[in-house]
């Protein structure tokens, strides 16, 4: 019997692993491999942490944030209310902004670009839920992170159109050098993006 | 609060991926957004397949192959009986084996290879457990299919010294150019290997 190596219920468990971004079914089945002779240390506290998550995690109404609260935390916390606003593609970009520290206020995970390509037009993100959050908010400033695809870019510009007759200023993140970044090894873009917009050394 | 996102539950599943090899944290954190975005289709099969999985899967106690069942189907196989005990480093190489249908006897697992530099020795691997079985077994033929590897093929000639005074004859697999390579991308020594251990066209 071929492809049945240690019965179905590894078949399926393998399955279930490599569906997971990053993993094909070889790694998947390294992995569950590797699970199966740390039953104990890793396989139980792996199916606990997954259960218990299940049960507590869910995607906050508001923002679209991950979270046990619905709001979230980040919604719920009443000193970033008057805070800006800050638009991102996805919840993990979310997260990299907190754990950078880089925003004080709330968010909006608008759920990926527009994309042509991908047949992805704004009715498929929450730009609808954004406008009229916008709106109802009266935040001072909506800040666009968005990546700085093709796509992410596209789909700033249409948000910034939408927001074009409020109130509300939209900034969006500054292009440049990275931190750390040698000038010998960025690309054409980024170059010309941070001599553009370059700054005063007094600054 | 850096380092929270999403709360204590989500970081500790996480933390709990991020064990697996071939994940990192970076790839355990957006391999769990992508399980709990796709909560019913995703993380609840893998909850519960990992679940059946722990009550279910265990390790053979007669040859070291994970199943359900101890011993395993491949143990519990009577035509497997008499054909030779093919010896490997890991299930990973037994799944690979049967998944290749090259082999129609049963397997021992002796769970990796002797080596000097990790502190690996003799009593580390299911080795003793290989000479008992073979005494008890009275197999015709041992296959050594341990890894073309420094480490791999020590162990291959350290069991073949356990073995040199039983009444069963010793393999190990052949070396030589594998089907589809191409001689000017192979490595010296496996070049050197397939042209001493060249064969009659005839063959």
């Given at each position: 019997?071929?492809?049945?190596?240690?019965?179905?219920?590894?078949?399926?468990?393998?399955?279930?692993?490599?569906?997971?971004?990053?993993l094909g079914?070889?790694?998947?089945?390294?992995?569950?491999?590797?699970?199966?002779?740390?039953?104990?240390?890793?396989?139980?506290?792996l199916?606990?942490a997954?259960?218990v998550?299940?049960?507590?995690?869910?995607?906050?109404s508001?923002?679209?944030n991950?979270?046990?609260?619905?709001?979230?935390?980040?919604?719920?916390?009443?000193?970033?209310?008057?805070?800006?606003l800050?638009v991102v593609?996805?919840?993990?970009?979310?997260?990299?902004?907190?754990r950078?520290?880089?925003?004080?206020?709330r968010?909006h995970?608008?759920?990926?670009?527009?994309?042509?390509?991908?047949?992805?037009?704004?009715?498929d993100?929450?730009?609808?839920?954004?406008i009229?959050?916008?709106?109802k908010?009266?935040?001072?400033?909506?800040?666009?992170?968005?990546?700085?695809?093709?796509d992410g870019?596209?789909?700033?510009?249409?948000?910034?159109?939408l927001?074009?007759?409020?109130?509300?200023?939209?900034?969006?993140?500054?292009?440049g050098?990275?931190?750390?970044g040698?000038?010998n090894?960025?690309?054409d873009?980024?170059?010309?993006?941070?001599?553009?917009?370059?700054?005063?050394?007094?600054?």
């Open positions: 019997m071929p492809n049945s190596q240690g019965g179905p219920e590894i078949e399926r468990l393998i399955q279930a692993f490599a569906k997971l971004p990053g079914p070889r790694s998947a089945r390294r992995a569950v491999l590797h699970l199966i002779k740390k039953k104990e240390t890793l396989m139980q506290p199916a606990q997954l259960g998550a299940i049960e507590k995690v869910g995607i906050c508001v923002c679209g991950i979270d046990t609260a619905n709001p979230c935390g980040i919604c719920q916390d009443p000193s970033r209310a008057a805070l800006p800050c593609e996805d919840v993990s970009d979310l997260w990299a902004l907190e950078a520290g880089a925003h004080q206020g968010y995970v608008i759920g990926g670009t527009l994309s042509a390509m991908d047949g992805i037009g704004p009715e993100l929450n730009i609808s839920s954004l009229e959050r916008v709106e908010l009266d935040v001072p400033e909506v800040i666009l992170a968005l990546n700085a695809t093709v870019q596209t789909t700033a510009n249409y948000i910034m159109d927001l074009g007759d409020k109130s509300v200023s939209v900034t969006r993140l500054a292009q050098v990275p931190m750390g040698e000038l090894y960025l690309d873009g980024t170059l010309a993006a941070a001599m553009k917009s370059r700054r005063p050394v007094t600054d």
